[in-house]
């Protein structure tokens, strides 16, 4: 496969936009739809301060990557959990993205729960009884929760996250199983900002999860590759390997679910009953049934033109 | 042959496959992972030759912010 922009051999293929790019023409169309979703949803301006929340993974260090090389005002800002699970997770993810401020000298804010409020995760969520056996909701209760914190007392005018359309589609999929109705009419990529509380915003919510390895390989940003060791078995890596299955027979698929559901709940149409269309509907002059077409109806008209080319044969 | 790569596991297939008939023969959504040989990133229309190593990346990672 070529690239389409020069004509080398293609290092990405994006079989949903139907477009493959050479690496170096990849580093570029990145930033640049990036910086087009920025605009389409109103995210920020470059007067604005960003803090990027970074969690030492792939989609968290791209995102920081992208908007310090659009011109953004964007810091950091890492979340100590203190997780371990065998891996040294916790240890290991600030080292990569304390690596990753310095070598391109950005300002990085480190919150530490033990050293804050004297436990690490994993222990809150065992001594409060909540979440099942799993520290995911304390967790990201508490991340929530410190974001807002140092966004709020440093000034921060926005906070962006690293969420990427696998991500959007999972939440988005597993909430439209049970139809979680509140939820889905929050879910966006734009959450904004009250009293006390910073604006929300997901730059990357539009590219897979798929681009978004393939860009940081293709810029060599070092990742932490290893998941938290209490990610495994979760129910979002189990939509989202759904959720691929379904994309590899039918590319595009996850972008239209993603995106036609955005379209629908900005038309503000989402579960509410049309009436509109029962106003104009009137007889089909042939076939009596009802028809919201000036004309004979749609199954009328098929079978007249159908009937009008036999008759030409 | 060809070697593939996942994590730990390493899995053997005919060279002159593509990329994508090899990531079906063991059993991996295309979607799921990304290919890269000798550090550079290779697409599933890509000819597998005798001896190649290919490093599979896995795409997904979970929990939530
Ligand atoms: S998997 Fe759970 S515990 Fe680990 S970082 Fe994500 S939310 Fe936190
Ligand atoms: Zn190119
Ligand atoms: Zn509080
Ligand atoms: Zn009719």
Redesign the pocket.
Not at chain 1, 284 to 289: A, L
Not at chain 1, 296 to 301: E, G, L, N, Y
């Given at each position: 496969m070529k690239c389409r922009k020069c004509g080398e051999k293609a290092s990405v293929n994006m079989r949903q936009h139907k477009l493959a790019l050479c690496k170096e023409h990849y580093l570029e169309w990145v930033p640049e739809q990036t910086e087009r979703f920025i605009k389409k949803y109103d995210m920020f301006t470059k007067e604005e301060k960003i803090l990027v929340a970074v969690s030492g993974g792939k989609d968290s260090l791209a995102l920081w990557d992208i908007l310090v090389r659009l011109g953004y005002q964007a810091d950091g800002m890492y979340i100590g959990l203190g997780i371990d699970g065998g891996i040294n997770y916790s240890d290991e993810s600030r080292r990569l993205t304390e690596k990753f401020a310095n070598e391109h000298n950005l300002k990085l804010h480190i919150v530490d729960v033990e050293k804050e409020y004297g436990q690490p995760i994993p222990v809150l969520a065992t001594i409060s009884h909540r979440g099942k056996g799993k520290p995911c909701a304390v967790c990201g209760l508490a991340k929530r929760h410190e974001m807002n914190r140092i966004a709020r007392d440093l000034g921060y005018d926005v906070l962006a996250t690293g969420h990427n359309l696998d991500d959007e589609a999972a939440v988005l999929f597993g909430n439209t199983l049970v139809w979680e109705s509140e939820y889905l009419l929050r879910q966006g990529p734009v959450l904004p900002g009250r009293d006390g509380l910073a604006r929300k915003v997901k730059p990357l919510c539009r590219f897979y999860e798929r681009e978004m390895t393939a860009y940081s390989i293709a810029r060599g940003i070092d990742y932490i590759y290893d998941e938290c060791p209490y990610a495994e078995g979760s129910q979002s890596i189990y939509y989202k390997e759904l959720l691929n299955q379904m994309e590899t027979t039918r590319p595009g698929a996850k972008l239209t679910f993603y995106l036609r559901f955005l379209e629908a709940r900005k038309s503000g149409d989402l579960f509410i009953e049309k009436n509109v269309e029962a106003a104009h509907l009137h007889p089909?002059?042939?076939?009596?049934?009802p028809?919201s077409t000036d004309d004979?109806?749609?199954?009328?008209?098929l079978i007249e033109k159908a009937a009008a080319q036999t008759a030409v044969q | 042959m060809a070697k593939l790569i996942l994590r730990n596991k390493e899995f053997e297939v005919h060279a002159g496959m593509t990329l994508l008939s090899a990531l079906k023969k063991i059993n991996i959504v295309p979607e799921s992972v990304i290919a890269t040989k000798n550090g550079e990133m290779i697409l599933e229309d890509e000819i597998l030759k005798d001896g190649d190593v290919i490093k599979l990346i896995m795409v997904i990672s979970g929990g939530s912010i």
């Open positions: 089909c002059p042939k076939c009596g049934q028809t004979f109806c749609s199954f009328c008209r | -």
